[in-house]
């Protein structure tokens, strides 16, 4: 008898469990898939760290949670430093002064200024009714044509004006010459890949993969005395209220009998003809310097049961169905549920932990 089986090995059942067995309970976890680590996975391709569910950047500015994975592995240097690669013109995102320099040629914050409200005003957009008329009264036309337009119809599959305006709630414009991404207070990549977090995680507990929870739920729930689920809380409850709509992704990934392919660890291709929306080269992450390297084309795409979830479709329709599967899941005594999957929620990782540090406080 177990005091907890937790269903997902991902960060968040991991951090859960880590957590657990800090605790002296002892601890199953079990994962569908046949590695642990959940979206997280890397996967080792000729000596380089393969994101094989998409690229993973840790950043935050919760200085408890950066203590927190710091005491667990060690991170390098990395800075997330996008470029955008509009039919061969190359461009820093997100939009900076680097980016103003290269369209129009201005110098200073205030010239750049001047030319986006030139074209937001030229524009004429009183209430936005889409998303490029929303995007274009937020920075104008020429930053929507080459580096919006493009990345959100291939990322939505529709075109932008079918899209509705309040997708994009603001734009990321940046009056400096500050290449990097994101604003937070630290940032990182474990050294030696993301496996190393949870492998240290789960030390403690028995790990069983390769196991769906729903084929042996009867056998499984006698086993412990707590449930933690971090898989699809529409798929617990037989998608009984409806299903749950997400977007999903398709990799397409290369070794290349080369050093460095693209000199940058992401590219995004933001012209609608280009079918993919990034390009990751993977080794750029850790400053690897095999003689070959791994690249990975990502594609969005539609999804429906069985195909991968990515990102969560967070309109009204998808939020009133979560909420009545949540209203059920408040009510289990030996269910607790947590991740971004029953949480129906895109969380970044020092989100993860979080929460799952939180939910630990609430459950022993
Ligand atoms: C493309 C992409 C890029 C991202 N990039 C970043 C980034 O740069 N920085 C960042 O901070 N965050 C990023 N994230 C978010 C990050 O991936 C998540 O925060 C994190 O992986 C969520 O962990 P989780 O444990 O909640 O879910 P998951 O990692 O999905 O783990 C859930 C696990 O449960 C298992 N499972 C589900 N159902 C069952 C079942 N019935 N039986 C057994 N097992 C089951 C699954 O196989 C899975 O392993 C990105 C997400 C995506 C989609």
């Known amino acids: 008898m177990y005091d907890y089986l937790i269903v997902g090995a991902g960060l968040y059942g991991s951090t859960f469990a880590y957590e657990a067995t800090k605790r002296g309970k002892k601890v199953l976890v079990i994962d569908k898939r046949n590695h642990v680590g959940g979206n997280i996975y890397c996967e080792n ?32 240097r990395y800075t997330n430093q996008p470029i955008a690669n509009f039919n061969g013109e190359i461009y820093n995102l997100p939009f900076n002064m680097n980016t103003f320099n290269k369209l129009w ?24 009714k889409n998303l490029e008329e929303q995007a274009i009264s937020l920075v104008g036309t020429d ?25 994009i709630r603001r734009l990321p414009v940046r009056f400096s010459y500050d290449n990097n991404y994101f604003n937070d207070l630290y940032q990182g990549i474990p050294i030696g890949g993301y496996n ?16 769906d929870f729903f084929e042996h739920k009867d056998e499984l729930e006698k086993k412990a005395e707590k449930i933690l689920f971090t898989g699809m809380i529409d798929e617990f409850y037989d998608y009984k209220f409806g299903v749950l709509e997400y977007r999903s992704l398709k990799f397409e990934t290369e070794i290349l009998n080369e050093e460095n392919y693209q000199g940058n660890a992401v590219v995004n291709y933001t012209d609608r003809d280009t079918p993919y929306t990034r390009i990751i080269e993977h080794k750029h ?80």
Not at 58 to 76: A, L, M, P, R
Request: aromatic letters at 12%; proline letters at 3%.
């Open 105 to 128: 040629g201005v110098i200073t914050p205030e010239e750049a200024k001047l030319k986006i409200e030139e074209q937001k005003k030229q524009a004429g957009i009183e209430i936005p």
């Open 143 to 167: 930053i929507y044509e080459k580096l919006i337009k493009g990345y959100t119809e291939k990322q939505w599959g529709r075109s932008a004006t079918e899209l509705p305006a309040f997708i």
């Open 45 to 76: 391709i000729e000596g380089i760290n393969v994101h094989k569910y998409g690229a993973h950047i840790f950043h935050t500015s919760d200085k408890e949670v950066w203590d927190y994975v710091n005491d667990i592995v060690e991170f390098n």
């Open 285 to 364: 992450f850790e400053y690897g310097t095999q003689n070959k390297t791994v690249i990975t084309k990502e594609y969005p795409a539609d999804w429906k049961i069985g195909d991968e979830p990515y990102y969560p479709i967070n309109n009204d329709r998808n939020d009133e169905m979560f909420a009545k599967y949540k209203e059920l899941a408040v009510r289990e005594d030996k269910y607790i549920f947590g991740g971004r999957l029953a949480d129906y929620k895109y969380y970044d990782m020092h989100n993860v932990i979080r929460a799952a540090l939180d939910k630990v406080k609430e459950a022993m």
């Open 196 to 211: 190393k977090i949870i492998e240290k995680m789960l030390e403690k507990c028995d790990v069983r993969l390769g196991v």
